[in-house]
T-cell receptor
Framework: EPEVTQTPSHQVTQMGQEVILRCVPISNHLYFYWYRQILGQKVEFLVSFYNNEISEKSEIFDDQFSVERPDGSNFTLKIRSTKLEDSAMYFC?????????FGSGTRLTVV | GDSVTQMEGPVTLSEEAFLTINCTYTATGYPSLFWYVQYPGEGLQLLLKATKADDKGSNKGFEATYRKETTSFHLEKGSVQVSDSAVYFCALTITGGFKTIFGAGTRLFVKA
């Protein structure tokens, strides 16, 4: 069964550093998403991306965040200057006509 | 706005007990409804889904029925196992929309 692949599975970074989280969506999906789950809390929508542009974003997705589809297969989330409160599990997802699939997540720890 | 409300946990059951986790929703459009499961230290796995009223989603002994009249999608399992211990999230996606809205999650502990 097709999967959404996220790398790395765990990343530790120092406060103030830039991080890029990577995702390979399912190949025939056209919609891409990032979600965040702070430890022990609910899963929160960050941003959706379609046709090479952001289609919707939440108030969490401020100027520190950006998304990009640099080539035909990858979808990235960049955090420009990480803060301690950015520590969370970040999930990528993609959707198409027949379904909506989440990746297994990247655990980001900001120290 | 659109939202999902599910019962607070943790829920603690003995093995072979009957499980119900309540979920209700508010939606401006016509949603598809989902249950996701998250095992300790892992990501989100789709457990089951229903896309229209009166549909029943089922998987691994779990079931949930899309009840439009009560705006509910309660998760049930007749006999839980220790391996079912996880966090369960109810969620919705509005048809034609872009994002999934999650409930707060319900942690289930099953004792042997």
């Amino acid at each position: 069964e097709p999967e959404v692949t996220q790398t790395p599975s765990h990343q530790v970074t120092q406060m103030g550093q830039e991080v890029i989280l990577r995702c390979v969506p399912i190949s025939n999906h056209l919609y891409f998403y990032w979600y965040r789950q702070i430890l022990g809390q609910k899963v929160e929508f960050l941003v959706s991306f379609y046709n090479n542009e952001i289609s919707e974003k939440s108030e969490i997705f401020d100027d520190q965040f950006s998304v990009e589809r640099p080539d035909g297969s990858n979808f990235t989330l960049k955090i420009r200057s990480t803060k301690l409160e950015d520590s969370a599990m970040y999930f990528c997802a993609s959707s198409g006509h027949y379904g909506y699939t989440f990746g297994s997540g990247t655990r980001l720890t900001v120290v | 706005g659109d939202s999902v409300t599910q019962m607070e946990g943790p829920v603690t059951l003995s093995e072979e007990a009957f499980l119900t986790i309540n979920c209700t929703y508010t939606a401006t459009g016509y949603p598809s409804l989902f249950w996701y499961v998250q095992y300790p230290g892992e990501g989100l796995q789709l457990l089951l889904k229903a896309t229209k009223a009166d549909d029943k989603g089922s998987n691994k002994g779990f079931e949930a029925t899309y009840r439009k009249e009560t705006t509910s999608f309660h998760l049930e399992k007749g006999s839980v196992q220790v391996s079912d211990s996880a966090v369960y999230f109810c969620a919705l996606t509005i048809t034609g929309g872009f994002k999934t809205i999650f409930g707060a999650g319900t942690r289930l502990f099953v004792k042997a």
